[in-house]
């Protein structure tokens, strides 16, 4: 018996091809419907009490509760541009910025100047009503006031304005991404098949999955939340395995042809071979993307959601409307030719020079696995001391103005950085209140806390009191945990224990990051343990070889080696920061190892499938293990490369951008990609794969042979166990 789920590409591929226009028809209609369903529904967006995790997350739930929660603010700051400040003219100025913002629409009320510590600045705190007021206003009346007093300084920064212009050059980043990447693709597609329908099918089939899926992630996101940033996540995968499942279809398609066959009989032994490697490499990729549900975070939820459903529509599309595009075009999918690209293709044999390249790999496998096994150790050895830690405003674009004027805010005002946030609910007010003063100053024997003008507030039903301990540390700093950690486990207890019926937790921004920071740490072991599980299950299923899943497994652990000590070298040590534009925070962002871990193991599986999806091919029409794992390769070598360098230019564009996510995001894929695709796919695979020999490949009844009892008996017939078309 036939195994369904291994037919279900030809099945699927012969029906689109006899029925081209039912198949195109039902895909666009999809596509429309989807579309549709993104305008009429509206998104469920993640709402910020979705992000609260551990104790910092309940410290701001009761803090929410008791309407303790920190107003949306804008903080005005005066200094002066000779370096002596007129304490007349800033109060002034102070004075003129408080009378211009009490009329702006959105602004409950403007307190009283705060002089620094130093009486260099001058700082006019003004209070919102929410974060989601117009922006453009506030800084209207600010440039009024500086325009009023060219001696002074006057600049803002708070909630509103810096989110404003984080969003605006997120949008800028993403739209240039988006420009040049596609031209950028269009042209590697150009140069792989010297043909403009070709090269433009793969980015079409792409494109409209990633259309879809933004419009089916609506009604989904009543199920599970959306996160700003899917979107992205949305385009980055679903132009990243659009294009390649186009690509390894049509490239065997256009070899079919080349080699003699129909159109159909082209498009059903691509449906076969390269059809099925397509859906169980998708499948490889869903399952790791999977891996991230595994850290219970709503926004790796978001972005999981989105990605598997990008997956599994662009694996539905390779499989029914490509098929369907091909069978109607026939050969018009060759043009309009480009002449010289054209005459390049057509004159390169396949695999001619790969197998040329992998010659002295096969022929000394020990050698060529133990050099690449050498280089891969040396990329991977950093990756033990990569330091992660959230976002920060260290992390945030240097030249963007908000930023500027909030780094001197809190140069000036250490109060208006990092702090820690003590919450207690349910005590005596009175005995709160005399609990976290008595705590206030027991912390001020300590460098970590600037206690200096630190008071308790309380709720307006006094059941809630808290106070604000001020940290003189950057957020990323070691220090600042070690000071929450202090507070948590000696401070804070040694205080308000004795208080009767009383609740307590440390929160704020420090907390937070630390909260984050162990439950991540916790459950990374999970998550890669998941994706590396379920990934060497499914190569287990599908080649039917324990030791090629093992394989699989060792050289996904490889890959993600390189690309986290590539992220180590790079971002955090700040190696090449002149040649990207970028100052090292000395940490990597948390959620990006993360993100490379899944999508790498993700992309590189679809390499991985095809080449021993090709292999195996070979070994079932009769070649011997070594002459098939040298010919496999070489056969599959060209488009791996293709494949590979769409997205290692995609996400060298994205290391290019400004924001510190996009650019780490970038530098880790774009070389660990490279790398995967070359160094371990083309030198290590084929290595290991010879010397393991025939062990590696379970006898097994040949699947084109399968194939051929489903098929009318007139199309098709087996010679020497290699399916071989007789026409229709």
Do not use: C
Request: net charge negative; glycine share 8%; proline share 5%.
């Amino acid at each position: 018996m036939s195994n369904p789920l291994a037919q279900l590409p030809t099945r699927a591929a012969r029906w689109s091809a006899t029925h081209p226009w039912r198949a195109i028809g039902a895909w666009f209609l999809l596509v429309a419907v989807a579309v549709g369903l993104a305008m009429t529904v509206s998104t469920n967006e993640v709402k910020d009490a979705d992000y609260r995790i551990g104790e910092s997350g309940r410290a701001e739930a009761l803090l929410d509760s008791a309407g303790l929660d920190h107003p949306p603010t804008e903080n005005v700051l005066i200094t002066s541009k000779s370096g002596d400040l007129d304490g007349a003219d800033a109060r002034a100025a102070a004075a003129e910025v408080a009378a211009s913002m009490a009329d702006v629409k959105g602004v409950v009320g403007v307190g009283d100047a705060i002089a620094s510590e130093d009486g260099s600045a001058l700082l006019v705190p003004v209070e919102l009503t929410s974060d989601e007021i117009d922006a453009e206003p506030l800084l209207d009346a600010t440039a009024a006031v500086q325009k009023a007093h060219p001696d002074l300084v006057v600049e803002q920064a708070g909630d509103v304005t810096i989110d404003e212009a984080i969003n605006e050059r997120v949008a800028e980043d993403l739209h240039s991404a988006e420009f040049i990447s596609l031209p950028i693709t269009l042209v590697l597609m150009l140069l792989a098949f010297g043909a403009l329908i070709a090269a433009g099918l793969p980015v079409l089939l792409a494109a409209t999955s990633v259309a879809a899926t933004i419009g089916i992630s609506a009604p989904v996101s009543l199920l599970v939340p959306a996160e700003p940033t899917v979107t992205s996540m949305i385009v980055l995968i679903g132009m990243a395995v659009g294009v390649d499942y186009s690509l390894f279809y049509l490239k065997r398609e256009r070899q079919e042809r080349a080699a003699g066959r129909s159109t159909l009989d082209a498009v059903a032994i691509a449906a076969e071979t390269s059809g099925h490697a397509i859906l169980v490499s998708g499948g490889a990729v869903i399952a790791a993307l999977a891996g991230l549900f595994v850290l219970t975070d709503v926004t790796f939820n978001s972005l999981a959601t989105g990605s598997i459903i990008v997956v599994a529509v662009a694996v539905l599309g390779s499989i029914t409307v490509l098929p369907a595009l091909l069978a109607k075009l026939g050969r018009w999918v060759d043009r309009p030719r480009v002449p010289l690209l054209w005459r390049l293709t057509r004159r390169t044999t396949t695999g001619s020079i790969s197998g040329r390249l992998l010659g002295p790999v096969v022929r000394h496998p020990v050698a060529a696995l133990v050099v690449a096994t050498v280089g891969i150790i040396a990329l991977a050895v950093p990756a033990l001391s990569m330091k992660t830690h959230q976002a920060t405003p260290e992390t945030l674009p240097g030249d963007i103005p908000a930023v500027q004027t909030f780094r001197a805010i809190t140069k000036a005002y250490p109060s208006e950085g990092t702090s820690a946030q003590v919450v207690v609910t349910g005590a005596d007010p009175a005995a709160a209140k005399a609990a976290l003063e008595g705590l206030r100053d027991e912390a001020g024997g300590f460098d970590d806390f600037a206690i200096a003008g630190a008071q308790v507030q309380a709720s307006a039903d006094g059941n809630t009191s808290v106070l604000d301990l001020p940290m003189p540390y950057e957020e990323s700093d070691d220090r600042a945990g070690a000071a929450i950690e202090r507070l948590r486990t000696d401070l804070v207890p040694a205080a308000l224990d004795d208080l009767t019926g009383a609740e307590h937790a440390v929160g704020g921004s420090a907390a937070e990051a630390l909260d984050s920071a162990e439950k991540q740490s916790a459950r990374m072991p999970f998550l890669l343990g998941f994706v590396l599980l379920l990934t060497m299950v499914m190569m287990i299923a599908a080649f039917r070889s324990v030791l090629l899943g093992v394989v699989s497994t060792v050289l996904n652990l490889a890959s993600v080696g390189v690309a986290f000590g590539i992220l180590a070298i790079v971002v955090q040590h700040g190696v090449g920061e002149s040649l990207l534009d970028f100052t090292s925070p000395g940490f990597v962002i948390d959620w990006i190892p993360v993100f490379v871990l899944v999508v790498l193991v993700g992309l590189s599986m679809d390499y991985h499938v095809f080449a021993l999806s090709r292999i195996r091919e070979l070994i079932d029409s009769g070649l011997s293990a070594r002459d098939a794992v040298h010919r496999g390769i070489a056969d599959t070598a060209g488009v791996i490369t293709s494949a590979a360098a769409v997205m290692v230019s995609v996400f060298a564009i994205f290391a290019t951008l400004s924001m510190m996510e996009m650019k780490m995001m970038g530098v880790g894929l774009s070389a660990a990609i490279l790398i995967d695709a070359t160094v371990i796919r083309l030198v290590v695979l084929p290595a290991i794969l010879v010397l393991l020999g025939d062990r590696a490949w379970p006898k097994r009844r040949t699947p084109v042979a399968a194939a051929a009892e489903d098929l009318p008996p007139t199309s098709w017939e087996s010679q020497n166990g290699v399916l071989v078309p007789t026409g229709r």
